[in-house]
């Protein structure tokens, strides 16, 4: 590491600050809560009932520390197809046959 041996003792002697702190009490509380939805609860659900259960969070930190377990709600629905491309409509010609790499700017 590029970094002087005393600048890493004391950061290690730091203590922990008051967003990591809150942060380790809400990740074992988010996971519950998505566990508890059948993995299906996102951030506004899992926001919603963790306010329910008296703890005061914001959305955006309910997103963050999902992000950083690896948690995603579900999307219902089925995407919406709006463009349906045409079988028989004339395609432009492949002049590179499908190699974009180049060497030098302008080559293709």
């Known amino acids: 590491m590029d970094l002087s041996p005393s600048t890493y003792f004391a950061r290690k ?24 939805s059948g993995g299906t609860y996102g951030a506004r659900r899992i926001t919603r009932a963790l306010r329910r259960k008296g703890h005061e969070v914001a959305r955006c930190t309910v997103e963050r520390l999902m992000a950083g377990l690896g948690l995603k709600g579900v999307i219902r629905g089925r995407r919406r197809r709006t463009t349906v491309p045409e079988p028989s409509a004339p395609r432009p010609p492949d002049l590179v046959d499908r190699d974009f790499t180049a060497s030098r700017p302008d080559q293709l």
């Open 13 to 36: 002697r730091r203590p922990k600050s008051a967003r990591r702190l809150r942060d380790e009490v809400l990740m074992p509380l988010i996971e519950e809560a998505h566990v508890t």
